[in-house]
């Protein structure tokens, strides 16, 4: 038997069942006696060994393919999330800055706080901090955004840089970037406040040479809302205006939100309103100032016309004047308040005092005029109620010159506000050697002396919260911080009685159109001619406001609305003075305000509450009481003493030209006035062309 039989023999265990296919039979033969068929191959050693080496080969193979798909299953992921899933901003080029110098050590060594340290940055960009709302809504944020710059040294071509850039970024400028690319320079800006697509669109163009530099966007989400009291910032992120500049470094510094006193629903409700009066009367401009008269918070400053905060660079110069503490106007008769609280609390007057208002008043070339007067003596009462020219006068004469330029001094009428608004101005006040006998009486009715709309009301809220003069603030106040400290300008019992004549002008004189059922509004008129060219008055442009507190049983908020050259229509029966114009006006916006504010209208006891506010038109003069004599003018000797009842002079008397009455006698009480009384009947008056009430 040959090696191969035996190795077949040898090994049948090796050897696998023969297969139906691999059977042969003999023609005619039964199927069993089928006998397999076999094949003898005969396998060499060094078959073996090229085989067994083949294996390990391909084993090899199989564990590389598996390691380089895993690496390229590595890549395509990373690609695929640095690019899809979550694409990589590029890193910015760190930009060579001078540090600045660390602050200045305490004069006694001692360690700053956190808080201190923290504001320094040593020469690292900080983000600018965010403006709020009273109740936290966003007036103010930055965004983030790039800068883009080229070095032109590093350009391989600057035309074709700038074609792809505009490309990419249409609102780029190619000419402009393909001139400044061209140029030898190391370092040139191309385009500021890129947003973050469009960084990413530039950053995959591969343009060589090409940087972006972190920067940020100021941005105003609420648009006019509060836009002077906001002012702006520069291309460098620097503010230039409003709260903007003069918290400039707080917001630069401490990355803690600043808090404003502004309260956003009520900046919109007095802007809404006032551009509605402005539209319906013509007018060319507006201011209203919201203010708490407890702490000095001012909730609302709209001066219009306005513009888009974030749009600052295309306003106009008379957008961007902020009327409520830049512009300087004669306040009118709303400083009537200030003349009658002078009054009283220096005791120069009494609710029972009656000053004559019959006839004009001459001095020099000047003529001092009521609007609608009602040609009688009026008590001092009647003197506010109907915004008498002629008794606010005589009712500064009898206090004087001296006693009048310190109380305005006092009520800070001479200087700057203080308020956190680098727009505030300087009052236009006469000096001293010019405060002669014609400036005391025509500042006592609010002309020959210009502040602006904020000292007014401050001065009001000083008059109506017990006598406490307190500094507008923007600032909000912490809900836990204690009352503000203010000065006392004047007594308690001063106020009490004021609250009332404020009162009194919306219930029975020229502000009725103010009023709102069950909020109890206190306040006054003010309607004064604009100075012209030349130095004298421009005849029918008037500067119309109205100045209101509320409630006037427990003061809590001043409103102030006023109109710049305001024209009449058929609504105001051809009139376009305050009441006609503002107080309506103030009211709306009390009205919406009020619920806002927590303040809910008072209908239940509001009975009992008017008859704590209630005082007459005509008071009753005390048993033995007697008014002094005013004098006017310059007299050479000594004037008697009048007797206690003398009757008014009459209005066609002899009077010396350019002189005024020498005294003003105490007069018996003036007859009724038919008129009057009919007009303030219970109940709405019919209203018939101009013989309804007159307004100032």
């Known amino acids: 038997m040959s090696g191969r039989d035996d190795q077949r023999e040898g090994h049948p265990h090796d050897m696998a069942a023969p297969s139906p296919s691999s059977v042969a039979h003999r023609f005619g033969a039964p199927a069993a006696a089928g006998v397999p068929r076999m094949e003898h191959v005969q396998v060499t050693a060094p078959d073996l060994a090229r085989r067994a080496a083949m294996e390990r080969t391909r084993g090899r193979l199989v564990i590389a393919a598996a390691g380089f798909a895993v690496l390229f299953l590595a890549v395509v992921g990373k690609l695929a999330d640095a690019t899809i899933i979550d ?22 060594g001692a360690i700053q706080s956190a808080a201190a340290a923290a504001s320094h940055d040593f020469g690292t960009r900080v983000e600018r901090a965010a403006i709020l709302d009273r109740n936290g809504e966003i007036m103010a944020i930055s965004l983030p955004t790039a800068a883009l710059f080229a070095n032109p040294r590093e350009m ?49 163009l591969g343009i060589p040479g090409v940087y972006f530099e972190k920067t940020e966007r100021r941005r105003y989400p609420l648009g006019r809302v509060a836009a002077q009291v906001l002012g702006g910032v520069d291309v460098d992120g ?21 808090r404003l006193s502004i309260d956003v629903r009520v900046q919109a409700v007095v802007r809404d309103e006032l551009d509605q009066a402005m539209v ?99 008590y001092f009462p009647e003197v506010l109620a109907y915004s008498s020219n002629l008794g606010a006068a005589r009712m500064a004469l009898s206090v004087g010159a001296e006693k009048q330029r310190e109380w305005l001094r006092r009520m800070g009428m001479f ?43 401050r001065g009001t809220a000083a008059v109506a919260n017990g006598g406490i003069l307190l500094r507008p603030t923007i600032l909000a106040r912490p809900p836990d911080a204690p009352p503000p400290k203010g000065e006392r300008v004047m007594q308690q019992s001063t106020s009490d009685i004021m609250r009332k004549m404020m009162r009194l002008v919306v219930t029975d004189g020229y502000g009725k159109t103010a009023e709102v059922p069950g909020y109890f509004v206190g306040g006054k008129t003010g309607t004064a001619e604009k100075v012209g060219g030349k130095g004298g008055y421009r005849k029918h442009t008037n500067v119309a406001a109205f100045m209101s507190v509320f409630p006037m049983n427990a ?59 209630a005082v007459p038109l005509q008071p009753g003069k005390p048993p033995g009481a007697h008014q002094p004599p005013l004098l006017i003018g310059e007299p050479s000797r000594p004037v008697p003493r009048p007797p206690t009842h003398v009757a008014p002079p009459a209005r066609d008397a002899a009077r010396a030209p350019g002189r005024m009455p020498a005294r003003l006698p105490v007069m018996a009480p003036p007859p009724r006035d038919a008129r009057h009384e009919a007009m303030l009947a219970p109940g709405p008056a019919p209203v018939s062309g101009r013989q309804t009430v007159a307004v100032r």
């Open 238 to 258: 620097k503010g230039v205006a409003g709260v903007e500049r003069f918290f400039d470094q707080r917001l630069r510094d401490e990355p803690d939100p600043l």
């Open 87 to 108: 694409p990589q901003l590029p890193r910015p080029v760190a930009q060579m800055r001078r540090p600045e110098p660390p602050p200045p050590l305490p004069p006694d």
């Open 555 to 613: 003061p809590r908020y001043a409103v102030y609305m006023m109109l710049d050259e305001p024209k009449a229509n058929a609504s105001t029966h051809g009139y376009a003075t305050a009441g006609w114009v503002a107080a309506p006006a103030a009211g709306r916006v009390i009205a919406r305000i009020g619920p806002m504010l927590g303040l809910l209208p008072a209908t239940d006891d509001a009975a009992a509450i008017q008859a704590t506010l």
């Open 280 to 378: 319906e009367f013509n007018a060319i401009g507006a201011t209203g100032i919201v203010m708490d008269v407890r702490t000095g918070e001012v909730l609302a400053m709209v001066s219009l016309p306005d513009y888009d905060a974030n749009d600052v660079g295309h306003a106009t110069a008379d957008q961007r004047f902020n009327r409520a503490v830049t512009g300087m106007y004669e306040p009118g008769s709303t400083f009537k308040l200030q003349t009658a609280s002078m009054a009283l609390d220096s005791g120069a007057a009494q609710l029972w005092y009656q000053y004559d208002a019959a006839d004009v008043i001459h001095i020099g070339r000047f003529t001092i005029t009521d609007f609608e007067g009602k040609h009688r003596w009026l």
């Open 415 to 457: 200087g700057r506000l203080g308020i956190e608004l680098p727009e505030a101005g300087m009052p236009i006040v006469q000096p001293a050697s010019r405060w002669k006998e014609v400036v005391t009486m025509t500042v006592g009715f609010g002309h020959g002396i210009a502040v602006s709309p904020l000292h007014v009301v």
């Open 156 to 204: 391989i071509d600057p035309a074709d840089a700038a074609r792809k850039l505009a490309t990419a970024v249409p609102r780029l400028n190619e000419k402009m970037m393909a001139r400044r690319l061209a140029t030898d320079k190391q370092f040139v800006y191309l385009a500021r406040h890129l947003s973050p697509r469009e960084q990413l669109t530039i950053n995959t």
